[in-house]
Every structure is written in C-alpha cells, then in structure tokens.
T-cell receptor
Framework: QKEVEQNSGPLSVPEGAIASLNCTYS??????FFWYRQYSGKSPELIMS????GDKEDGRFTAQLNKASQYVSLLIRDSQPSDSATYLC???????????FGGGTRVLVKP | DADVTQTPRNRITKTGKRIMLECSQT?????MYWYRQDPGLGLRLIYY???????NKGEISDGYSVSRQAQAKFSLSLESAIPNQTALYFC??????????????FGDGTRLSIL
C-alpha cells in the first residue's frame, strides 16, 4: 500500500462545474496536509494547507480533512480551463520532517 | 526573480560524467530538499538538510551526494551519471521557525537527460 494514494485520472470536468479530488493516506499520525498544483513541465505550486478536521475554503478551492477516515479532498468550484493541471496531495507526518507525495490526479477542464 | 533558483534549467550529458545541480534561495528558509520526478512515480526525496552541515538521506539517495555550503545554497551531485537518472529534479525549501508543519516551496526544476 502506498503511503499517499490518489486516482491518477484524468478527471474530466466541464467548464463551470465542480472538480472533486480525493487523497488517502496510511499513517494515522500524519498532522499536516497540502495540495499542490503542477502544470506540465513546471514546478509544484502550493494552493492549500489544512491541519485540522473539517473544511477550509480559499477562493474557488475548498480542502476537506477527515483524520478518522484518513482522507483529504480538494474541491475546485467553477472550474476554468486554466485549472487543467496535475494536483498533488502531500502529507507531513507527526515528526514533521519529510513530506510524502501522492502520484497526482490529472484534471482536464473542457470549455 | 524566483525565490528558489535552480541552475542549470536543462542539461544533456553522457553516461559516466559528473554533474552538479545547484539551488539557491532568497527566502531565508533553513530547510532545503532535493527531489526527482519521474512519470508515473511522482516526487521522490533524494536528500534533505535542516541547516548548514546537516545532511540526511531520503528514500532514493544511492548514486547522489549533496553539499550545504551555506544556508541559502544546496547542491546535488551525480558522481557518475547513468541513464536511469534522467528525470526532472526539484529543489524545495521550508521554514522551521514557523513550526515543523510548514509547506515546502519549490524551484523551477532542472530537466536532466543522460545519454
């Protein structure tokens, strides 16, 4: 079992719709969770951090964390073609030393 | 200007050559990391450093070495490059002064091809 798992996609959504991305992790001691966006050939860019159970909203993005079920999700509302990218889930363990990345979910937003 | 700068941005070289990738940052962060990214395998940690003179192996350190010459600089070396080290390499930084749960910030990457 991978430490951080994501569906590789592609997740195809029409413009204006909600894109829903999921991530599960194996270490129950994980404390901090991040979503990065990566355009093809570019570097990962931090878009959301979440540390406690519940929802966190930032503009069109909402991160959701459920530590009991060991999953974290990202919702992208009013999806735009510019949101087409790979989204990486990253998990920081309680020791706080190393970030573990999932393989990423590719999102395609079609006009 | 980028806060985390990697040089070179692209490099093509031959098997057996020694290669150095450099990373410098103006963010004032104490922690620095080197990753490689391969299609289908995601980002994998090669080495990390929490301060000058602190060096730690990541999950795939074999065939690589690093040097933390100053807080702002962290270089990665391939002593004798081999074709399966062809990948996209990223340097990242984080700031422990704000806690151990801070995200990492990435440089623009170095695309390395070994023939």
């Amino acid at each position: 079992q991978k430490e951080v798992e994501q569906n590789s996609g592609p997740l195809s959504v029409p413009e204006g719709a909600i894109a829903s991305l999921n991530c599960t992790y194996s270490d129950r001691g994980s404390q901090s969770f991040f979503w990065y966006r990566q355009y093809s050939g570019k570097s990962p860019e931090l878009i959301m951090s979440i540390y406690s159970n519940g929802d966190k909203e930032d503009g069109r993005f909402t991160a959701q964390l459920n530590k009991a079920s060991q999953y974290v999700s990202l919702l992208i509302r009013d999806s735009q073609p510019s949101d087409s990218a790979t989204y990486l889930c990253a998990v920081l363990k309680a020791a706080g030393n190393k970030l573990t990345f999932g393989g990423g979910t590719r999102v395609l937003v079609k006009p | 200007d980028a806060d985390v700068t990697q040089t070179p941005r692209n490099r093509i070289t031959k098997t057996g050559k020694r290669i150095m990738l450099e990373c410098s940052q103006t963010k004032g962060h104490d922690r620095m990391y080197w990753y490689r990214q391969d299609p289908g395998l995601g980002l994998r940690l090669i080495y990390y450093s929490f301060d000058v003179k602190d060096i730690n192996k990541g999950e795939i350190s074999d065939g690589y070495s690093v040097s933390r010459q100053a807080q702002a600089k962290f270089s990665l070396s391939l002593e004798s490059a081999i074709p399966n080290q062809t990948a996209l390499y990223f340097c990242a930084t984080s700031d422990s002064r704000r806690g151990n749960n801070q995200p990492q910030h990435f440089g623009d990457g170095t695309r390395l091809s070994i023939l």
